[in-house]
């Protein structure tokens, strides 16, 4: 039987601005199993990126996590840190929130690693991209001998090593090891001529060559965890394809356990065993992909599967979805479904914050929505008018599978 490698209560994570408070993400809940990939869609401004930097204690202030467990299975952690943190821990499991945030840090690397959404914003310009992959991969070695130490990592090489390296060449950070293994990941993504590519600063590669760079800077500390977050975005459609078969050929081989951040259904389709779907910082409906595509209970899910053009009928319209995701702004956060203004099946008991139900596929498929509940009764239907609509032009899933408000939409491209 597959196990949980992480299992997440509760996150709740907010961002407090000079607007107010904004609710990121609320009371987030899922499991990730070992060697699956789970994938999380929904469209911009949904909470998927901030959830994943939540997982890596990477929330950028003005933001900070306010609530929730972050439970990760690692026996070896487990037994460090119950002397440290006993509150921490339950059996395998250790709620990485609650460690102090030098082991906090210790994690990145050797158990999660990040492919961010944009890999030329995420290198250093004046570095070559090999002495880059080969400092993670340095980093690591130094850490092997403890991995729970932010000592080895950090102290074994102090100002003294750093002046002695400044004066004698070869006697500087990286060793031969390290850069030699930096040559195999490159060449391990598919980079063509590794060992002269590596000499090259990130401004000579071009955008798919990038996101391979860091698909191989995440593989260096050889993690337990890879976070994908929207890693084929903004690469054309052959570039995506190649990429996202460099993951499905790294996880196979590997058996390693992905969690992938994506607003595209075709990714989700083609990678994914399980599916979150995200809404105003929400996951409103989760399952199997089965459970997802072939039996969506939430309106929400219902809307973006309707939104992806039919190649059987060309000529067939789109199904958008009207209205506008909402601003997150908690004195406009209203405490009920946050979907059901732009619901058609809006209910008026949808005015409550729905918990949530069982759905009708497998024992893993739930939403929060009362449609999982019980059927839709027309008598109870919200009147149109019922909630304001100031800008009722915005859709997701036209033609051009853009959403004006965030510049993204949710789309089934591969």
Same mark, same amino acid.
């Given at each position: ?70 439970? #990760? +299975? ?17 059996? /395998? ?10 082991? +906090? ?29 080969? !400092?993670?991969?340095?980093?690591? +070695? ?8 932010? =000592? ?28 030699? =293994?930096?040559?195999?990941?490159? !060449? ?23 996101? +391979? ?39 196979? !081989? ?81 405490? =009920?479904?946050?979907?059901? /203004? ?43 008018? #019922? ?11 036209? /033609? ?15």
């Amino acid at each position: 039987m597959p196990r949980d490698l992480l299992s997440v209560r509760d996150l709740t994570t907010r961002f407090f601005t000079q607007e107010g408070q904004v609710n990121a993400v609320e009371k987030v809940s899922f499991d990730v199993e070992e060697g699956e990939v789970l994938g999380i869609v929904g469209e911009s401004g949904s909470g998927k990126s901030v959830t994943a930097l939540s997982l890596v204690d990477l929330v950028e202030d003005p933001g900070r996590i306010v609530t929730g467990e972050i439970n #990760y +299975r690692n026996s070896e952690l487990a037994e460090s840190a119950s002397e440290n943190a006993p509150d921490a821990v339950d059996g /395998d499991f250790v709620d990485v929130r609650k460690l102090p945030e030098r082991h +906090r840090r210790a994690l990145r690397g050797p158990d999660f690693a990040t492919i961010f959404q944009d890999p030329a914003s995420s290198l250093n310009p004046s570095l070559p991209v090999g002495e880059q992959i080969a !400092e993670a991969v340095e980093v690591q +070695r130094r850490a092997s001998a403890n991995p729970r130490s932010t =000592r080895s990592r950090t102290q074994s090489y102090g100002l003294g090593k750093f002046l002695l390296g400044t004066a004698l060449p070869g006697q500087g950070y990286l060793t031969e090891e390290s850069k030699a =293994r930096a040559i195999e990941l490159l !060449e391990l993504v598919g980079i063509p001529d590794p060992a002269e590519r590596a000499e090259a600063l990130p401004h000579e590669y071009s955008g798919g060559m990038l996101q +391979r760079a860091m698909i191989a800077q995440a593989l260096a500390g050889e993690p337990e965890l890879l976070i994908a977050d929207e890693p084929t975005t903004a690469l054309d459609v052959t570039i995506q394809a190649q990429i996202l078969d460099i993951l499905g050929d790294i996880q196979e !081989e590997t058996g390693m356990t992905i969690l992938l951040i994506t607003h595209n259904l075709g990714v989700i389709a083609r990678m994914c065993d399980r599916v979150g779907v995200m809404y105003a910082g929400e996951i409103v409906e989760r399952g199997s992909l089965e459970d997802v595509f072939d039996n969506p209970v939430h309106p929400y899910t219902q809307g973006l599967l309707g939104s992806i053009p039919d190649l059987e009928s060309a000529g067939g319209r789109l199904q958008p979805i009207e209205g506008n995701v909402p601003s997150l702004l908690d004195q406009e956060m209203e405490d =009920r479904c946050y979907f059901a /203004d732009r619901c058609p099946n809006a209910m008026e008991e949808c005015l409550e914050k729905p918990p949530e139900f069982p759905g009708p596929g497998s024992p893993d498929h739930a939403a929060k929505c009362y449609l999982a509940d019980h059927p839709y009764e027309p008598e109870q239907a919200l009147p149109e008018d #019922y909630f304001d609509d100031e800008s009722s032009d915005t859709t997701v899933g036209r /033609d051009d599978g853009k959403d004006d408000a965030s510049g993204e939409g949710v789309s089934a491209d591969d």
